[in-house]
């Protein structure tokens, strides 16, 4: 009697404890259970040198809109033919580039006209691509997949693709709650999974963990009759300042005007994105237009190849115009030996992060 009564009890209790469980698990069908569950915030794993990072509120990290993210990224349903993929060109083995090419073919087999750019810290810049049309990484996902160059997706025909999928409507509720799919939804999940990619070296703020050679190497880096490259590839977290500017590849901006395309501000012909300097040892050919093949080729072209010419390219930078000799119309040569030379391409080439290149969080 006893007995029963207590157990009845304890009964009782476990019903009334474990009603809501219960009934999520009897009465409420699966759909229903990802209608009502929110999506849980992602916890972004920054190094601790690193500020954090700005995530629109609109958009904030949750693991379901991370792992809808990265399924997108590499389902070439984004494209009209169905065959490529934002990892297409992007490809993590290299750092998310299109692997040693200087251009890369759209699903039309033409061929673009920039070199393709790696996809790690793109959570901290302040504008996309190599000329910084995009305002914001959520904006960015819209070119490559509507460019004729690129994907050249029909959106319309994209979102009745991702809606025939069973697949995809549970990810999207999943992430995003109940209701359509959406293009704006899609370009955020994206976003979200490129903003959980992160390269991280400790090596330009710890001089210790630098080898003799990477240490004389970073010397000639800030040192400014020599490489005098910090100014722009700022040494810390990112190796970048994050600016646009004009390091006088062209004597003439006009068949790539960079920025200025995008501001119409003379200023900005011919100022590019200021690449940062991580994992660049997997990314070459270099540059907007990938014209050099080698760190070397660089090297030299900041030595003794970069244009200045009072009209056409009046806006060279100032930290590279002070290189220049206007009485020879040259790059004035550097004091650098040849051993600096070897020593900063060295030092660049040892700045690097495999983790970008192997972590199986970001991998297809
Ligand atoms: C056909 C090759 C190709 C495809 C496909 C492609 N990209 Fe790109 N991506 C590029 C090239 C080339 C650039 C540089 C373009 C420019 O600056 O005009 C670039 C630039 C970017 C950048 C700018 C990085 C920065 O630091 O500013 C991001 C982010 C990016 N792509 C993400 C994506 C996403 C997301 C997709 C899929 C929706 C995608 N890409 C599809 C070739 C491609
Ligand atoms: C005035 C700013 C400035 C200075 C100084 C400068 N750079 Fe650059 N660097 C840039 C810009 C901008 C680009 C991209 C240009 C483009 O592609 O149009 C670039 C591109 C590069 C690239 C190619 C990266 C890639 O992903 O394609 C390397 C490598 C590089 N710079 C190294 C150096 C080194 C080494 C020095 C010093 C000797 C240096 N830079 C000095 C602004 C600068």
Redesign the pocket.
Known sequence: MNRLKVSGFIYGLLLVGFLPGCKKDFFVNENTIAITSKPTAYKLNLPKSFPPMKIPASNPLTNEGVALGKK??YDPL??SNNK???????QQNVS???SAVK?????TGVL????????YN?GY?K????????KT?EE??????T?Q???NQDLEVLIDELNNSDEYKKMYTAAFGQGEITFDKT?KA??Q??RTIIAYTPKPLDTSKLNASEKRGLLVFIDEKKGDCFHCHELGNFMTNYKFSNNGLNLNSINDPGLYAVTRNPEDLGK??V??LINIKYTAPYM?DGRFKTLREVIDFYDTGFHFHPQTNYYLDPNLKKHFDNSTNKPTPRTWTEQDKQDIINFINGLVDESVNTNQIYSK
């Open positions: 997108l990224f984004l494209s490529q993929a934002c990892g297409s060109c992007h998310f580039v299109d251009f890369s073919k759209g699903v673009g006209g920039r070199n393709s750019m790696p996809i793109v810049a504008a996309w691509f190599w000329d910084g049309r995009a990484l960015q996902v819209f070119h490559p997949i460019s160059n690129e994907m370009t994206i976003a999974f490129m590019f994105k690449p940062a907007h």
